[in-house]
T-cell receptor, first 111, second 114 residues
Framework: GQNIDQPTEMTATEGAIVQINCTYQTSGFNGLFWYQQHAGEAPTFLSY????GLEEKGRFSSFLSRSKGYSYLLLKELQMKDSASYLCAVGSTDSWGKLQFGAGTQVVVTP | DGGITQSPKYLFRKEGQNVTLSCEQNLNHDAMYWYRQDPGQGLRLIYY???????QKGDIAEGYSVSREKKESFPLTVTSAQKNPTAFYLCASSISGQGISPLHFGNGTRLTVT
């Protein structure tokens, strides 16, 4: 099975940086996804990591360490519209197509 | 524009009634999925389908049924056997049933059963 842990909530100020950590335990690791979900809306894809290291996409970056079972999503230059839930999801070759999702981290951006 | 359409957005039913949630995609994706989302919990997989006329149970399939007669459509029926059906239901699709590719989600259906 898979175990995915991420903090429940984080608060940060507009313009600041926030780092959302995700730890996982899985066999047959096959990639890690980050999704953003605004309240009552569909999750939208942010990033995918399958190899160790940092992937940068504008204000958002995602890091993976497979040996540590650890990933983080870094949000820079926070904007009010970044207030949302951020979902970490892990894929495994043991369970095709069955991504295991964490409970999500609610990020609250304050003025 | 390509995307996934779920309907209706809100649905209310009485206990003991079956209800079917619609999911249609025009992305030409092979794989489709149904997830359930409850407060404080991660998305949980109900059913998934890699190709037309084939589908598999996810982690919480009891009390649900699906069909995949067309590539574009993957309706979910919540039966009266589902003990706690009130939830937010999300349909998703991905390009291929092989390997890992990003999920594209519909806007969800919020089902309330009283």
């Amino acid at each position: 099975g898979q175990n995915i842990d991420q903090p429940t909530e984080m608060t940060a100020t507009e313009g600041a940086i926030v780092q959302i950590n995700c730890t996982y335990q899985t066999s047959g690791f096959n990639g890690l996804f980050w999704y953003q979900q605004h309240a009552g809306e569909a999750p939208t894809f942010l990033s995918y990591n399958v190899l160790d290291g940092l992937e940068e996409k504008g204000r958002f970056s995602s890091f993976l360490s497979r040996s540590k079972g650890y990933s983080y999503l870094l949000l820079k230059e926070l904007q009010m519209k970044d207030s949302a839930s951020y979902l970490c999801a892990v894929g495994s070759t043991d369970s095709w197509g069955k991504l295991q999702f964490g409970a999500g981290t609610q990020v609250v951006v304050t003025p | 524009d390509g995307g996934i359409t779920q309907s209706p957005k809100y649905l209310f039913r009485k206990e003991g009634q079956n209800v079917t949630l619609s999911c249609e995609q025009n992305l030409n994706h092979d794989a489709m999925y149904w997830y359930r989302q409850d407060p404080g919990q991660g998305l949980r997989l109900i059913y998934y389908s890699q190709i037309v006329n084939d589908f598999q149970k996810g982690d919480i399939a009891e009390g649900y049924s699906v069909s995949r007669e067309k590539k574009e459509s993957f309706p979910l029926t919540v039966t009266s056997a589902q003990k706690n059906p009130t939830a937010f239901y999300l349909c998703a699709s991905s390009i291929s049933g092989q390997g890992i590719s990003p999920l594209h989600f519909g806007n969800g259906t919020r089902l309330t059963v009283t």
